[in-house]
């Protein structure tokens, strides 16, 4: 799989993230970082901007022909990441939903 996704993406180049979509892309990581150390009322706030950041960075790639491979490469990657702390955060730190939920969510997402 990892062989099929880096043939997709051979023409990945750093510069193409170098536009509102992509800046709002990689914008999500901060976002994730700071859930991990956020409690959970300001962690629902972090969420939710990661969630808007990752709605607006396809619109503004289509409105405004801002698509590339390496944006298509780096939204999917910042997805995985984002919600992937989100998912341990919320499960191992907080406490808030157990750990099976985590295994099962995570099992999902490699397949």
């Known amino acids: ?5 880096l043939r997709r993406h051979a023409m ?11 800046v709002l892309t990689v914008a999500r ?19 939710a901007t990661g969630l808007v950041t990752d709605l607006l960075d396809g619109e503004v790639a289509r409105r405004f022909g801002q698509r590339s491979d390496a944006g298509a490469f780096a939204d999917g990657l910042c997805d995985k990441l984002f919600h992937g702390t989100v998912a341990l955060t919320v499960s191992l730190g907080w406490h808030l939903i157990p750990t099976w939920w985590l295994v099962a969510w995570f099992s ?3 397949l």
């Open 1 to 5: 799989m990892a062989s099929t996704l």
């Open 12 to 22: 990945f180049r750093w510069q193409d993230l170098l536009n509102l979509a992509g």
């Open 29 to 47: 990581l901060p976002l994730a970082l700071g859930f991990v150390f956020a409690e959970p009322r300001v962690g629902f706030w972090l969420y």
């Open 108 to 110: 999902r997402e490699i």
